[in-house]
Nanobody, 125 residues
């Protein structure tokens, strides 16, 4: 059974930082890419960041470039999203996502087969 469990969400003042974690079970974690997406209130889900199987390739959505960093620890089956310089417009439910077998980083939401339950991030001014 595949499980993706996110943690680390919360409320933070604008300019602050949070680190999200997503621990994966039931998949060969070290062989697959991972992604983070978010869904702001009243809006559709959008791409945030992705990382290749070994961590050598990453890609970010335009709105988070230079502020967010995706990383992974294959020994812990965990992917992270370090979020710095948070803005109120970063408020959203954040989801981690895993493909079935894809190893390269991709922003294509359709490439991801498994999703976490989501964690709420609220940024207040």
């Amino acid at each position: 059974q595949v499980q993706l469990v996110e943690s680390g969400g919360g409320s933070v003042q604008a300019g602050g930082s949070l680190r999200l974690s997503c621990t994966v079970s039931g998949l060969t974690f070290h062989g697959i890419a991972m992604g983070w997406f978010r869904q702001p209130p009243g809006k559709e889900r959008e791409f945030v960041a992705t990382i290749s199987w070994g961590g050598g390739a990453t890609s970010y959505g335009d709105s988070v470039k230079g502020r967010f960093t995706i990383s992974r620890d294959n020994a812990r089956n965990t992917v992270y999203l370090q979020m710095n310089g948070l803005k109120p417009e970063d408020t959203a439910v954040y989801y981690c996502a895993a493909p079935k077998t894809l190893s390269y980083a991709t922003a294509d939401e359709g490439s991801y087969a498994y999703w976490g339950q989501g964690t709420q991030v609220t940024v207040f001014s």
